[in-house]
């Protein structure tokens, strides 16, 4: 129950940021728009928390040993 309402209010802040025409879904277009607009020329501090929980949990899912690197091995 805890982890869905964390992923419900993590889609609220992405659909705040990215669902520009409403429909209740974020394409891709809409969602590389919405990254250009709030994360250029920003460090990756000022990102809204969303897409900092976004990119983390992106990484954790190429990170696939769980040592915090990625590459080939």
């Not at 974020?26 to 994360?39: G, P, S």
């Not at 990756?44 to 990119?55: M, N």
């Amino acid at each position: 129950a805890a982890n869905q309402k964390i992923m419900a209010n993590l889609w609220n802040e992405i659909a705040e940021l990215a669902d520009f025409n409403k429909d209740g879904e974020v394409t891709l277009e809409e969602f590389k728009q919405a990254v250009k607009n709030v994360c250029t020329g920003k460090g990756y501090t000022d990102f809204p928390q969303a897409f900092k929980v976004f990119i983390a949990n992106q990484f954790k899912t190429i990170d696939v040993n769980g040592d915090g690197l990625v590459g080939v091995d």
